[in-house]
């Protein structure tokens, strides 16, 4: 049984601490909210943001990083990718040398254009940093649905070892040394799945979805593989995997809000409507910015960032997407 302290009391470190707990592991929780901690500890369960998922009486929560974090054999970082720089400042005093931290929040920083694991191993420097991340909703996490992951590390026994700590009957953990691939993917799809809301706030059916789906993978792939990741990795869970599920479901909240903004509401109110982080918001910026400075192509996220932040009419954004310059598919295939 390993003792695992998990940072953030939100739907996902709610659901990842439930899935830890039921194979076992003692697992700790921090959060910045008393009030939180309150619910943790008096009625075992995250009322606001997982309802239904039942903790342990012994899981335990604390607003005490310290306590959270010392003599603990890993760390799970699970606070919204905005507040991981700030988390992980704070977390640095007490991390001892070697202590492993798996990041399983989705983002890149606006400013530095950072993935997560960058920021914590930026902020953190004598820890160990590894990733989890793909196809999985806290919802069903929380419900104990079976479920595929990847756990992604520099090294492989660390990779292993994170993979050990999480696997059971209802969890299947994979590995992976693309790091930044499996961080890139699991980030830009919020984007996309931005879009695939706004197309079904819009109205548009299954053959908008489909093309969104399909042409934005290889919007994500494009940026990934320029900026280091792998072409492999995007065609696995962390990539189209992770981008069909944020694209098709309702537990998504990217894809709720931006059908919000399909629907004609800003994106503002969209947030604040779907009430909790979108991480695709905070993601767009970013992917523009990548793509920018890497020289490549993605309309899609283009537009979203019009949508986002030029005030642009998301039926406007659509008409320019579909009406742009002639493409072949795929400009890698030889005519005869």
Known sequence: MAKIGLIGAGSWG???????????????????????????????????????????EKTKASTDLQEIITGKDLLVLAVPSKFTRSTARSMAPFVAKGQLIVSVA?????????????IIEQEIPQAEVAVLCGPTHAEEVGKGMPTAIVAGAKKRETAKYVQDIFMSPVFRVYTSPDVLGMELGAALKNVVALAAGIADGLGYGDNTKAALITRGIAEISRVGIAVGGKAQTFSGLTGIGDLIVTCASMHSRNRRAGILIGQGKTPDEAMKEVNQVVEGVYSAKAAKQLSERYGVDTPIIDEVNAVLFDHKNPSDAVDDLMLRDKKVEINTLDWE
């Open 106 to 118: 989705k983002g890149i920083e606006e400013d530095t254009l950072l993935t997560l694991s960058q």
């Open 14 to 56: 709610t659901a990842l601490t439930y899935e830890l707990t039921s194979k076992g592991q003692d697992v700790d929780i921090w959060s910045i909210d008393p009030h939180e901690v309150e619910l943790i500890n008096t009625r075992h369960e995250q009322t606001e943001k997982l309802p239904g998922t039942i903790l342990p």
